[in-house]
């Protein structure tokens, strides 16, 4: 069984910085791809940004330029560095990771419960 465990989020104000961490721990054979996704209110999750096992990223655009999303391997974590916090960032973040559990299956889904982040003056 895997768990990913999200923190860092916060109210910020208006062109503020926020990093986001989230550690993955349990028992599996290797953790693919990693992601960060988010949902505001009354909207559909959307893809962040995701990251692969060998650092290949990919960004929403509306994130370009303004957030980066790096892993740790060794931790077992991935960060998502915000900057230039906008309102409309405003949303629940949730961490995405696709594992591998043993050597012999497939990529099982995981997610993380959440962490609000919140911009506003």
């Known amino acids: 069984q895997v768990q990913l465990v999200e923190s860092g989020g916060d109210l910020v104000q208006p062109g503020g910085s926020l990093r986001l961490s989230c550690a993955a721990s349990?028992?599996?054979?290797?953790?693919?791809?990693m992601g960060w996704y988010r949902q505001a209110h009354g909207k559909e999750r959307e893809l962040v940004a995701t990251?692969?096992?060998?650092?290949?990223?990919n960004y929403a655009d509306s994130v370009k330029g303004r957030f980066t999303i790096s892993r740790d391997n060794a931790k077992n974590t991935v960060y998502l560095q915000m900057s230039g916090l906008k309102p409309e960032d405003t949303a629940v973040y949730y961490c995405?990771?696709?594992?591998?559990?043993?050597?012999?299956?497939?990529?099982?889904?995981?997610w993380g419960q959440g962490t609000q982040v919140t911009v506003s003056s």
């Open positions: 990251i692969t096992s060998d650092f290949k990223t």
């Open positions: 995405k990771a696709d594992v591998q559990r043993t050597l012999s299956q497939l990529l099982t889904i995981y």
């Open positions: 349990g028992s599996f054979y290797r953790i693919n791809i």
